[in-house]
């Protein structure tokens, strides 16, 4: 995983949150529907890029005994297998210079140590953009952890989720908590768009 200490000054940042194996290609908690947002996030990853803006990498990442595994269908993304592993389109820009890959073992990102000293690093960044799965969990527990945490000291900042870079898995099963998410996430100013 590269360091987070790179102090460059960027424009913004791009979040992609969990797009793994484990929620798109196998495991208990993966669902194949939600590869349909991975040529937006390309699009957004490229956009980013060409912006000078960095770009994360969040990995849902777990040791075998993790405790969210009691609420969330058992074990998944266990750390050394292939489902902890980033999908295999998004590989290619892992590696590339101004992007970082965190792990994290919660449904929030904003929990995940190394996201909060990127955070607190890179105090110039005002702009985040946030794309991913699962649109009612992980997405919006980031997004409203991360405008929390920015309120807290005073950072004035703008969060947009991309509608059209975001899944969670059965969605049409669960579309009223992906509404409700959306509703909460709006209501507390975390913007919501997509491509025209």
Not at 25 to 52: M, Y
Not at 70 to 82: E, L, M, N, S
């Amino acid at each position: 995983m590269k360091k987070v200490n790179n102090l460059k000054l960027y424009k913004g940042c791009l979040i992609i949150v969990d797009m793994v194996n484990g929620f798109v290609r196998e495991g208990a908690l993966h669902d194949e529907e939600i590869a349909r947002v991975i040529p937006r996030q390309i699009e957004l990853i490229k956009e980013a890029k060409n912006a000078g803006k960095a770009i994360v990498f969040i990995k849902d990442t777990h040791d075998e005994n993790a405790a969210e595994f009691d609420r969330f269908g058992g074990a998944h993304c266990v750390r050394g297998t292939k489902e902890a592993e980033i999908v295999d389109e998004l590989k290619p820009f892992v590696e590339a210079e101004d992007t970082f890959v965190i792990e994290k073992n919660s449904t929030s990102f904003m929990e995940a140590p190394k996201f909060r000293e990127f955070i607190e690093q890179h105090q110039e960044l005002n702009e985040f953009d946030i794309a991913g799965c699962c649109t009612d969990i992980c997405d919006f527990n980031g997004a409203m952890g991360l405008a929390n945490y920015l309120d807290q000291w005073n950072r004035l900042h703008t969060i947009r989720v991309h509608e059209d870079a975001i899944a969670t898995y059965a969605e049409d099963a669960r579309q009223e908590y992906v509404d409700a998410a959306k509703l909460l996430m709006k209501q507390q100013g975390i913007q919501l768009v997509k491509k025209r």
